[in-house]
């Protein structure tokens, strides 16, 4: 194999490197929703306040020890149980309508959201929008909006 062949295939998997950190997650860290429990019945606009305890909140982007920002799931498998697996997220956390991101270090929310039953799960990224090792995850709650 020639040599620019071997620097390409060394440039291709540099980036997964990269990515594919495993930040390690705060002994005891947990994320969980303070305005809303599971079953609630709420109107829109839903105002969802983000609580954690056991570490700090960081915009994403930013490198410090025991930090992270919020990401909210909303209407998908709980983490770890998508169509991947436990590996769907090694290198971030897509931004979709399934996966809002709050890399500003925002703690809340208010969504227009239409009539329905949602569920919703907290995740905690690290400053490349990848879930720790362990994912500090809330509970999946449903809540059914009127």
Do not use: C, W
């Amino acid at each position: 194999m020639s040599m620019k062949y071997l620097i390409a295939a060394a440039l291709i998997t540099v980036p997964g490197t990269i990515l594919a950190q495993d930040t390690p997650a705060p002994e005891g860290a947990e994320v969980y929703f303070v305005s809303l429990e599971d079953g609630d019945v709420v109107q829109s606009p839903v105002t969802v306040v983000f609580g954690l305890r056991g570490m700090g909140v960081a915009p994403a982007g930013t490198e410090r020890e025991s930090t992270g920002h919020h990401h909210l799931f909303l209407n998908r498998p709980p983490l770890g149980e998508g169509e991947e697996g436990a590996d769907e997220l090694l290198y971030g956390i897509p931004a979709d309508n399934n996966h809002i991101h709050f890399g500003g270090g925002q703690t809340e929310v208010t969504l227009e959201l239409e009539p329905g039953e949602y569920t919703m799960q907290l995740v905690m990224g690290d400053l490349n929008h990848i879930p720790h090792v362990p994912p500090i995850a809330s509970d999946v709650i449903t809540v059914t909006v009127e």
